[in-house]
């Protein structure tokens, strides 16, 4: 039986297995210069580079530059500028604890469905997960697509760029096409381009994140903890699988980070899964740092990560009293970030379901 640390490091390395066997490969080395890229995996240069040095947030093979060339400009993933500096004020309203108490009613909706499914049979996190994801992206840009459609659309959108703008060994010809086509899709359903950047932003990262954050607990035996105090162990499996585990960006001017010169255009990988400690069961550095890694640091650091948390919390607090076991997974080949394909859960025989702990 693979323990959980193995059968989730599976999911990471199947995405993109060159790049991130690389990445697994040089991760001793803190800062590693390979011509103009350089991969940066120690916790406190990533923390200096994301705070400290400006980086060209729209540079070629950049998240914001990518999103920017295949919607034309103008978005909250550009990630600079006035417009951009108000679309984050909004959405820091959004998504802070009032704007979470308001989305919660309808993510619950899917957990709801989820709970009683699992009463009946094994289920598959995945599609539940997209659900639940697609609701709220739904209620956070107040479209009126059908919630699955536009999480699919997200997802396909999401999965078409990450090939464009991470680093390949061969040529990915017609990659470029299939990446406007699949933003083309996304943008007839929310043709506010930062309505649509948003949904991808939530809607890949927490399809990601949640279903390998709920088989890991289920591999590692964590459920009386998850009963107990989910908001808690949400945030260690957040830090443990990393959801978004690189993070490629440009440096705008040139700049010494403890020690390493950067050079300006330099393409700098940060390895947020490293940053996070996510190879290691306790953080050997600052814990704090850790934890917020995965959600990136300084001005542009995740708005969504407080809703995040909360979700997985939700989805550990009503899976808890069942005590899954995994019954199968399936890597996915093809998505933006490393997720399941299928994640199938079953109620573990004789778990005596047991009063839930009131949600946060
Ligand atoms: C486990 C779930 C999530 C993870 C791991 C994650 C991770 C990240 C990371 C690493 C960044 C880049 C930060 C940087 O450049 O320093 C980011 C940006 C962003 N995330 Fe998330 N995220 C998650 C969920 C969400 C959700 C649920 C939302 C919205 C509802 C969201 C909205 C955004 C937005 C809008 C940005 C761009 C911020 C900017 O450019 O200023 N994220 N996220």
Do not use: K
């Not at 729209?58 to 993933?77: D, P, Q, S």
């Not at 959004?94 to 308001?102: E, K």
Request: include cysteine.
């Amino acid at each position: 039986m693979l323990t959980a640390r193995a059968a989730d490091r599976a999911v990471y390395l199947r995405s993109h297995p060159v790049l991130f066997a690389l990445l697994a490969a040089t991760r001793r080395r803190p800062v590693l210069r390979l011509g103009r890229t350089v991969l940066v995996h120690h916790p406190e240069p990533y923390r200096e580079i994301l705070t400290r040095v400006p980086l060209d947030r729209t540079a070629e093979h950049t998240t914001g530059g990518t999103a920017a060339r295949l919607t034309g400009g103008g978005l909250l993933f550009d990630q600079s500028g006035s417009e951009h500096r108000g679309s984050r004020r909004e959405l820091a309203a959004l998504l802070g604890s009032d704007g979470i108490a308001a989305l919660r009613p309808h993510w619950q909706r899917a957990l709801d469905r989820l709970e009683s499914e699992l009463a009946d049979g094994p289920v598959d996190l995945v599609p539940a997960v997209r659900l639940l994801a697609g609701a709220t992206a739904v209620a956070l840009t107040g479209s009126t697509a059908d919630p699955v459609a536009l999480a699919v659309a997200a997802e396909r959108a999401a999965a078409a760029t990450a090939r464009t703008h991470l680093p390949a060994l061969l040529p990915r010809p017609g990659a470029e096409r299939r990446a406007r086509r699949a933003a083309g899709r996304l943008t007839a359903l929310l043709p506010d381009p930062r309505d649509a950047m948003l949904a991808v932003a939530a809607v890949n990262t927490t399809l990601a994140a949640l279903p390998r954050a709920a088989a890991w607990c289920a591999r590692a035996g964590l459920w009386e903890q998850a009963r107990t105090d989910a908001p808690a162990l949400a945030v260690e499996l957040l830090r443990l699988t990393a959801a978004s585990p690189v993070l490629p960006r440009a440096a705008a001017v040139d700049a010494t980070v403890l020690g390493h010169r950067l050079r300006r255009g330099d393409r700098l990988l940060l390895v947020a899964r490293h940053a996070a400690e996510a190879h290691r069961d306790t953080p050997a550095g600052d814990a704090a740092l850790a934890a917020r890694a995965p959600f990136g640091l300084g001005r542009h650091a995740c708005p969504g990560a407080a809703l995040a948390r909360a979700q997985l919390a939700d989805l550990l607090a009503v899976l808890a009293p069942h005590r899954p076991r995994v019954l199968r997974t399936v890597a996915h080949s093809r998505s933006a970030l490393p997720s399941y394909r299928r994640c199938l859960l079953a109620r573990r025989p004789g778990a005596a379901p047991c009063p839930r702990s009131p949600s946060p």
